[in-house]
């Protein structure tokens, strides 16, 4: 403890500390046939760390159930734990916790208890369409913080039972941090004197769907059963518009699903002092949300993003303890009105993850900073190059430049709906979708190197997946062992690939999770790009179920490694006075090619018939000249694509027919003694 927690042990403060509970339960969707399971009670979020001050002497609490009626008759189910003693003239330090989604008032109760008997009036309640709460829910939405307002202002008038009206604090993690700031936000706001706000950026909804993919944890949350949550109509039709896999319910998903749920663009209204905690590992929502508007916030605010066990996140020992100080410094300072150094620490509090892995997770290393964490980096940009390598330098062919190809092979119809119903399991899953990916590596760094931020990516691709194409990049740290472990992710999945006849190229950026992970020294970063995101390290959480969906579209993606197709990793540059780009990765001296061809070979070109780009793969056995030359249908050469020396291996070079005419041609690839020609035809 430190000194003021020593200095006022007599007012029987407590120490509180955010987390989460983690149960398993089996959840039934909306449609009777089938089932999903998956870890229940990860919304949920509870101050698990509920310690009193040695040497006090707890109160006995006594235990209120009662109910509240809103505005639309909707009546809310509480209750509200109170010392039995009486209260101080101005009323007791007042605490509202707000639980998860799919909890119910329950869940918080002995939390309740155990503070109330360290002299606080307690208080919580099951929100709207959850637990014995009347109503549908609207998941977590202006609708629910409008039941908040009403509640605060129901609590405050309490004064005969001891509510201290003028010191009252919210707590609470994923719904029940998302409610309070977003109340104190709307008109009205909320007469509190903190809010506690856990793992629930202000774009948490548009977060469930970013990039054109949804998250596992969102088809999770909107199929509860009714002894859970009940939904209202819209809420209810949500999962219907991901099973169709049909772009115009797509767009009702990607319309409705952020409105009147998302308030960065109200977060400024908030005048209440705010405590802000995210995971960067967090399942549901991405830490980016309040990297990019954490600066909107204009009321006295302390900060923190790392380890924090919501959502999915790692657990850290060291980590906790520092929490414990932080939390109840803002409880000193804000309802108790002692002064602290809670608003005076530098702003942004962070912890990054980094090896020894310990007990199947990261260590953690605490840090903090007086910028912005988005600010505080500068990118480090790594292109996609051929033989698999990252390199600080592009390909530069851009007309004709070299490929990989990503299969989506979806068989039988299979469909979006009989994967979840499998599981993303067994016999049925494995035979209909096929698992495709690329993977990619530096050479090792050459000294310790932070990244704080958010990746992100610039891809060139064209696609026969139609209408959605999905693109998966997973960031690994690769030890010197050769073992690797998880660090974060990019997902994209184009919602509008419709390309007609024949697939078109196209180009994209997006952003990935944000992250702080400090790569060590002799260690390797590889990316492999997939059309299935999933760990090793997550399955504890999700089981055999991935990150995001899959698409169920059959079709193969050309990744064209050009110098637009880069990723921009977030590094932070005051890291051990690390080198600069070119200096930071070890020189590669790698012999090209460690599952070497047989023999030498040339494949069918992909797409054929195409229009007017296509990919021509090939092997090489031992290392010869390699020539690769267009041929019209009378005989002429049009087009030589590959004339140097090539090593032991297997490669794809695209060709670019933009100025020939529609017609039948012929290529030959020539390799010392080794010739062979194929058709293909261009169709414009």
């Given at each position: 403890m430190n000194a003021i927690t020593s200095q006022f042990s007599k007012k029987q403060l407590i120490v509180l500390l955010s987390g989460l509970l983690f149960l398993f339960v089996t959840v039934y969707t909306t449609n009777a046939q089938y089932r999903l399971s998956k870890p229940g009670g990860i919304n949920s979020w509870?101050?698990?760390?509920l310690t009193g001050i040695a040497g006090d002497n707890p109160y006995t609490a006594v235990k209120t159930d009662f109910t509240i009626t809103m505005r639309d008759g909707v009546i809310i189910d509480c209750l509200k734990w109170i010392p039995d003693a009486p209260a101080p003239v101005d009323g007791w330090p007042t605490v509202i916790?707000?639980?998860?989604?799919?909890?119910?008032?329950?869940?918080l109760s002995?939390?309740?208890?155990?503070?109330?008997?360290?002299?606080?009036?307690?208080?919580?309640?099951?929100?709207?369409?959850?637990?014995?709460?009347?109503?549908?829910s609207n998941l977590i939405s202006r609708t629910e913080a409008m039941d908040l307002q009403e509640i605060v202002n129901f609590v405050r008038k309490d004064t005969l039972n001891g509510v201290g009206k003028d010191k009252i604090l919210i707590m609470g993690g994923s719904q029940g941090g998302a409610l309070p700031l977003m109340a104190a936000s709307m008109p009205g706001g909320l007469p509190v004197k903190g809010i506690i706000n856990s793992v629930a950026p202000p774009d948490f909804a548009s977060s469930w769907i970013e990039n054109g993919c949804v998250k596992m944890t969102l088809l999770w949350t909107i199929e509860y059963t009714n002894d859970t949550a009940r939904y209202n109509g819209q809420v209810n039709r949500m999962s219907d518009w991901i099973y169709a896999e049909n772009k115009q319910y797509w767009d009702s998903l990607a319309y409705w699903l952020p409105r009147d749920?998302?308030?960065?663009?109200?977060?400024?209204?908030?005048t209440v002092p705010l405590l802000v905690e995210a995971s960067w590992q967090d399942k549901f929502f991405n830490a980016d949300g309040w990297l990019q508007n954490i600066h909107r916030i204009n009321s006295p605010m302390s900060s923190y993003m790392g380890a924090v066990q919501g959502h999915g996140g790692e657990h850290s020992a060291t980590e906790d303890i520092w929490h414990m100080d932080w939390f109840n410094n803002f409880f000193y300072q804000t309802i108790w009105g002692m002064q602290t150094n809670v608003f005076t620490i530098k702003k942004?509090?962070?912890?990054?993850?980094?090896?020894?892995?310990?007990?199947?997770?990261?260590?953690?290393?605490?840090?903090?900073?007086?910028?912005?964490?988005?600010n505080i980096s500068a990118p480090t940009r790594l292109y996609f190059n051929d033989n698999r390598k990252l390199k600080t330098t592009p390909n530069n062919n851009w007309l004709l430049p070299d490929v990989d190809l990503l299969s989506n092979d979806v068989r039988n119809n299979y469909t979006i709906q009989q994967a979840v119903n499998d599981e993303f399991k067994?016999?049925?899953?494995t035979t209909n979708f096929k698992i495709d990916d690329v993977v990619y590596e530096?050479?090792?760094?050459?000294?310790?190197?932070?990244?704080?931020?958010?990746?992100t990516i610039k891809m060139d691709y064209i696609s026969t997946a139609k209408p959605f194409v999905q693109f998966n990049f997973q960031i690994f740290e690769v030890f010197p062992n050769g073992t690797q472990r998880f660090v974060t992710r990019l997902n994209y999945q184009d919602r509008n690939n419709n390309y007609g006849l024949l697939p078109s190229r196209k180009d994209v950026t997006f952003r990935g999770s944000a992250h702080s992970h400090v790569f060590s020294a002799g260690s390797k970063i590889r990316i492999k790009v997939t059309n299935f995101d999933r760990t090793a390290e997550e399955t504890a959480f999700f089981g055999t179920n991935p990150f995001v969906l899959p698409s169920m579209k059959k079709g193969t993606s050309i990744l064209l490694l050009t110098n637009k197709f880069y990723v921009d990793l977030p590094f932070v540059s005051s890291t051990n006075n690390r080198p600069n780009a070119e200096g930071l990765f070890e020189k590669d001296n790698s012999i090209i090619g460690s599952n070497l061809p047989e023999k030498f070979e040339l494949k069918q070109n992909f797409p054929n018939p195409f229009n007017p780009n296509t990919v021509i793969s090939y092997s090489i056995a031992k290392s010869e000249n390699v020539s690769i030359k267009i041929y019209d249908i009378l005989g002429k050469e049009v087009q030589t694509l590959v004339n140097e020396v090539k090593n032991p291996g297997s490669y794809n070079v695209m060709f670019n027919a933009q100025n020939l005419s529609s017609g039948v041609y012929f290529y030959?690839?020539?390799?010392?003694?080794f010739t062979d020609i194929k058709k293909m035809t261009l169709v414009k």
């Open positions: 509870t101050p698990n760390h916790m707000v639980h998860g989604y799919g909890d119910h008032k329950g869940t002995e939390f309740c208890r155990l503070q109330a008997e360290y002299g606080y009036y307690t208080m919580t309640f099951s929100v709207r369409g959850q637990g014995n709460s009347g109503g549908l749920r998302d308030f960065t663009s109200i977060l400024q209204n908030n942004y509090q962070y912890a990054s993850t980094k090896a020894p892995v310990v007990n199947n997770a990261w260590t953690f290393a605490h840090d903090s900073a007086s910028a912005l964490l988005k067994g016999t049925n899953f530096t050479t090792a760094l050459t000294a310790n190197t932070e990244m704080t931020g958010t990746p030959r690839l020539t390799a010392g003694n």
